[in-house]
């Protein structure tokens, strides 16, 4: 695996969240693999990869639970005690909360929404009365100076009413122009445009027609002029974009002389002249979002609303997303517990042969993965949430691990919930409601939560990116071997290098703490959990090492084994952290194992039932880690490959015979060439 391999094509798009990402772009590999599309210049893949690369964070300054999980070292004490928010961050948060669900719960009518796929301007314009918009803002800026975690749990809030606004609320500050100026902005920078943040809603714009997860072909430019820049270009599902009064916006500023150029972040007011939105996109789910398509020309945007130096603009984007992510666990958290209740409430009252549904086993094994898993995501959530707090870890792995796993999980779970529900899980909710049943929106939230597996970085992405950073030990130690660039001198030095690595850390994959019967011990009726954790963790990072011995550099297009091995750290960071949360919540309880260990005691104690949630949900995810374990060298990815490749090729062309396609005329890539608007602006300020 070379050291600027694909899988490092974590390039903004899809991975770039609410803005541009929160639109159906499955972006399922490299663009440039594919050719130029739309007469674009051609970007060869090293050059594409080399892009990427140059924007990743490459300094571990802090320790990382998720990074040792994938190196066979279960760092249990980087999560151990749970950790949790000070009494302030309490206290700020829960007065918060309970404003905002009063609010959401008396003045937002989320069948509207639905309705008229629009978010009323009054419900926004009281969101900003009440602070929403400036949550994460800090409160000398006007904000509310949240923390991560009770961001999270607000996001849930909202999100349970309206995912749609939950999307507003996060395109705005997990990755919209409040974030990056925290993170990059100068004290002039913060102080002009924080304060309008807390007020305004903002937007990030990366995605363009023909640029998703590649950003070396990104075609926006901001070309020097005097004092400002001109930027030009077209920018494609942009989340807010049709609202928003600032955006951040991705450009290329061409290369000259001393002038190091690059893709680079500006900070640009909606309301400056030659900006128009000409299309609010529509989509499956998500139908209140505010998304279009924005052009740019001849836009002149001041040299001081540049974020950080010239090219520096994708390494803003992704470090913004190592807790940006954190949305949409929120999101799917929100409604995994949704689903519990539902499922719970119905597989109750729905009587088939003789008993509730809930009692017959094929309904049951449903119920309990849903409720087992609405109660991971949680856990997952805040874990993650907490540990971004602290700032004692670095988190880049363990946010992406969350994004990752719960909008995979989610989707499962309001999946099984339809089934659950038969014909009126797909059964719109007024329909529902209008012949006299409860108006239930299953199928609504299974449109809802469907775009979480693409936008904020595709599944396929996410692979990607957290496999470039899982072995990212191996390549620091072995580049040079695989490089096919590198000199013969060059080779030696790192085989030599990773000699020595090799020899200290391969022994400590042997045996270690999930061996002992005794080990965890304090965690009771979870302790066998977290010994498999322990040794699935040491045979993962020893499957790496196979893997990478056998295929050496050729190991960056061995895609199936890459998302497998993600896929299974996935669920061991899962595990680990419904263990961690299960024991806190058990503690109320009484001693671990009495009380919840068998399911006893009173229903409303979380403790009294948290271990014995927990057992079942580490029993099902165990599962799923053996699965994964035994496709990681057993699988049809060779032959799928192929096949594929034949099917591009047209050889079963036949195969598509008998049937007619109903889509509507068009390119497939819409023509995105630089000029003025020739639509009309449907661009509106809510007041």
């Known amino acids: 695996m070379s050291q600027s391999s694909p899988v490092s094509e974590h390039g903004p798009d899809s ?17 440039s693999e594919h050719g130029p599309a739309g007469g674009h210049a051609h970007v060869d893949e090293r050059t594409a990869r080399k892009v990427a690369e140059e924007a990743r964070e490459t300094e571990w300054r802090l320790p990382s639970f998720g990074k040792q999980l994938f190196l066979g070292d279960f760092r249990l004490d980087l999560i151990d005690p749970h950790p949790r928010p000070d009494g302030e961050a309490r206290r700020k948060g829960e007065e918060f909360l309970a404003r905002l669900t009063e609010f959401c719960s008396t003045r937002i009518d989320p069948a509207r929404i639905e309705r ?66 925290k993170l990059f902005g100068t004290p002039e920078q913060q102080e002009e445009w924080l304060p309008r943040c807390a007020r305004q809603v903002s937007a990030f714009l990366l995605t363009e027609p023909d640029v998703g997860s590649d950003p070396a072909r990104l075609r926006a430019t901001a070309v020097p002029d005097g004092d400002d820049y001109l930027l030009n270009g077209v920018k494609l599902w942009t989340t807010n974009g049709v609202v928003a009064d600032l955006v951040v916006v991705m450009a290329r500023v061409p290369r000259s002389g001393s002038r190091r150029g690059g893709i680079s972040a500006f900070v640009v007011d909606t309301s400056t002249p030659g900006i128009t939105v000409e299309n609010r996109n529509a989509f499956m ?20 609303n540049l974020i950080g130096k010239e090219g520096a603009g994708l390494k803003v984007a992704l470090t913004t997303l190592n807790t940006g992510r954190l949305s949409l666990p929120a999101i799917c958290a929100a409604s995994g517990k949704w689903a519990a209740k539902i499922a719970r409430e119905w597989s109750r009252e ?11 086993e094929a309904v049951s094994r449903k119920i309990s993965f849903i409720a087992a898993t609405a109660y991971a995501m949680e856990a997952m959530l805040d874990l993650s949430s ?8 670095d988190i880049r792995i363990e946010a992406a691990l969350a994004k990752l796993w719960t909008s995979e999980m989610a989707c499962r779970a309001a999946d099984e919930l339809m089934q659950v529900r038969g014909g009126r899980g797909y059964e719109t909710a007024e329909s529902l409601a209008a012949r006299g049943e409860r108006g239930v929106p299953v199928e609504q939230v299974v449109r809802d939560l469907r775009i979480n597996r693409i936008f904020e970085g595709s599944s396929e992405i996410m692979h990607l990116l957290i496999a470039r950073e899982a072995v990212d030990a191996h ?51 979870l302790a066998k959990h977290l010994r498999y954790v322990e040794r699935a963790s040491r045979k993962l990072a020893r499957s790496i090492f196979y893997a990478s011995g056998r295929w050496q550099g050729g190991l960056e297009h061995r895609q199936g084994f890459l998302g497998r091995m993600v896929d299974i750290g996935a669920e061991l960071y899962a595990m680990s952290a419904v263990c961690v949360r299960a024991r806190a919540d058990a503690s109320a309880a009484g001693p671990l194992g009495s009380a919840g260990a068998g399911g006893e005691g009173p229903a409303t104690a979380p403790g009294a039932s948290a271990l014995l949630l927990a057992d079942a949900f580490c029993r099902q995810s165990r599962i799923r880690v053996e699965e994964l374990f035994d496709g990681l060298w057993r699988n049809t990815d060779a032959m799928d490959a192929k096949l ?44």
Do not use: C
């Not at 072995?478 to 850390?505: H, L």
């Not at 015979?657 to 819409?670: K, M, N, R, Y």
């Open 15 to 31: 991975e770039h969240g609410p803005d541009s990402e929160h639109g159906p772009d499955s972006e399922h590999g490299p663009d």
């Open 116 to 181: 008229e796929s629009r978010i009323p301007d009054d419900v926004i314009a009281g969101l900003r009365e009440l602070g929403a918009l400036g949550m994460k803002i800090p409160e000398k800026y006007g904000g509310l100076g949240l923390s991560q975690l009770y961001y999270g749990r607000a996001l849930m809030v909202v999100g349970s009413v309206s995912p749609a606004l939950a999307a507003l609320l996060s395109a705005h500050q997990s990755i919209g122009v409040p974030q990056p100026v």
């Open 285 to 304: 789910g998500l139908r209140g979002i505010e998304n279009g398509v924005t052009r740019f020309h001849d836009v002149r945007v001041p040299k001081a």
């Open 350 to 360: 729905r009587v088939q042969w003789g008993r509730p549904v809930g009692e017959h």
């Open 386 to 393: 907490q540990l971004a707090d602290d700032e004692r870890n």
């Open 475 to 525: 390549l620091s130690v072995a580049g040079d071997i695989i490089d096919p660039d590198a000199t013969a001198g060059q080779k030696a030095r790192a085989a030599a290098k990773a000699g020595g690595f090799y020899a200290r850390w391969l022994p400590t994959l042997v045996t270690g703490s999930g061996q002992r019967p005794k080990a965890y011990a304090e965690f009771g009726p």
């Open 644 to 687: 594929a490749r034949a099917v591009l090729a047209g050889d079963f062309a036949w195969v598509e015979e008998g049937v007619l396609d109903p889509s509507i005329p068009g390119p497939w890539i819409a023509p995105s060439e630089p000029g003025p608007s020739e639509k009309e602006d449907v661009h509106r300020t809510i007041g």
